[in-house]
C-alpha cells in the first residue's frame, strides 16, 4: 500500500536565505512546495496558504499536461 508523500515546509529556518523576517522568507518556501510537488509531494503543510496554494495549482497543472502527454504518446 503507497502512503502519500507529505511535505511540511516552514520559513523559520532562516540559515538557508539569510532573511530574518518570515515573510520575507515566502518566496523560498514557495519554491521548497514547488520542488516538493513536482518531485512527488502529494500533500504540503504551509502557513501561507494563498500563495503557496497558487503554487500547487500551477504544479497540479504542469504535471496533468505531462501526464497526458506521456499517455497520448504511447
Known sequence: MGLPDVREE???RSEICSRPAA??????????VTAGILGGANIVRVHNVK????AVKVCDAIL???S????SSH
Open 51 to 54: 500563495d503557496n496554494l497558487d
Open 10 to 12: 516552514t520559513a523559520k
Open 68 to 71: 497526458s502527454r506521456m499517455k
Open 23 to 32: 515573510a520575507e522568507r515566502d518566496p523560498a518556501t514557495i519554491a521548497s
Open 64 to 66: 496533468r499536461q505531462k
